[in-house]
């Protein structure tokens, strides 16, 4: 069971909830959607409104379904999914239904697909997007992370909802 609260009221240390326990990015729709493992991304105050940033190279699944839709969610788990989320960023949902290996299931807040298993939700309304160029990396940034020069997108947020397991 899920509750909703402020992201003002957000106690998480964004630094360890992304980039040490991960997430995983889901867009489409309950019906019709895909999953991919993030660790690159972060959350602030920009526009005067609550975001999230995102960063998705363009050859994963999830690309396609957030291209397509106005709205992702950020899914936040416990230690003990640890092993589903390496899961979902290893195989593509175009092979499997990584939903079903790792059993995932889909619910919706409006047209916004998560999993319900998570324990913090966070539904974003696609506010920007843009490819990040790489005219304006440094070259170890571009030696260590871009190789195959895959460049990823980026995604702003807003915010929208906050979903708390109770």
Not at 16 to 45: F, K, Q, Y
Not at 141 to 150: I, M, N, P, S, V
Request: net charge negative; charged share 20%.
């Amino acid at each position: 069971m899920f509750q909703n609260i402020d992201p003002k009221d957000l106690t998480e240390n964004v630094f360890s909830l992304i980039g040490e326990r991960w997430m995983l990015v889901t867009a489409g729709t309950p019906d019709h959607c895909n999953t991919m493992t993030a660790s690159w991304g972060g959350l602030g105050v920009l526009w005067g409104k609550p975001m999230a940033t995102i960063y998705i190279r363009p050859q994963r699944y999830t690309f396609e379904f957030l291209e397509g839709s106005d709205q992702f969610t950020l899914c936040f788990f416990s230690p003990q999914w640890r092993k589903a989320l390496a899961h979902c960023g290893a195989v593509s949902g175009r092979e499997e239904d990584k939903f079903a290996a790792c059993g995932f299931h889909v619910a919706g807040a409006g047209e916004a697909p998560y999993i319900q298993e998570a324990d913090l939700v966070l539904v974003c309304r696609k506010r920007y997007w843009n490819d990040l160029d790489p005219a304006h990396m440094d070259e170890a940034t571009k030696t260590q992370h871009y190789a195959a020069r895959d460049y990823h997108r980026m995604y702003l947020g807003e915010i929208t909802q906050v979903l708390r397991r109770v």
